[in-house]
């Protein structure tokens, strides 16, 4: 009977969550749909929702794509809406989203980086304290951030 629990347990634990067997595009549907039924989703599903692989940055802008239904590409921009408003009062969202510094570019970039200054506007102190943290790459593309915010 021991061996059993200690068996079902250590399952437990090394089972992942139900959502990490879902690959990127599933799930972002999925949650992109909810959004648009309820109009919110939780900060952990944002979390999840924000690409984090240059592989899931290229499904999640392929929303923008002007040829996909524009259901998208409206829900696209109300989710970009979505996701900034609770970086500004979310750590955790706020730290998924500045991981987005590495992956974007082009006229994304150029949105993105407005968005993020204005973000670390309000979390100056919390930026400063994670930067340390972040990946060399992460580091090298917010680094005129840093400067302005940190220094």
């Known amino acids: 009977m021991i ?16 959502h990490a067997n879902i690959d990127y595009k599933t799930e972002l549907y999925t949650l992109l749909e909810k959004f648009n039924n309820q109009k919110k989703l939780t900060d ?20 923008t794509s002007p040829n996909k239904e524009k259901k998208w590409n409206v829900i696209f921009s109300n989710i970009q809406i979505y996701i900034g408003k609770r970086a500004s009062i979310s750590q955790k969202v706020f730290r998924s989203y500045v991981g987005l510094a590495t992956l974007v570019d082009g006229e994304y970039a150029e949105g993105y980086f407005d968005r993020l200054d204005f973000l670390i506007g309000k979390h100056t102190k919390y930026f400063c304290k994670i930067y340390s943290s972040l990946s060399a790459k992460e580091k090298y593309r917010l680094g005129d951030l840093y400067s302005q915010y940190c220094n």
């Open 44 to 63: 952990e599903e944002l979390v999840r929702l924000i690409p984090k692989t240059e592989n899931e940055f290229s499904v999640y802008y392929s929303l």
């Open 3 to 18: 061996k059993y629990i200690t068996l079902l347990l250590v399952s437990f634990a090394i089972t992942p969550p139900l």
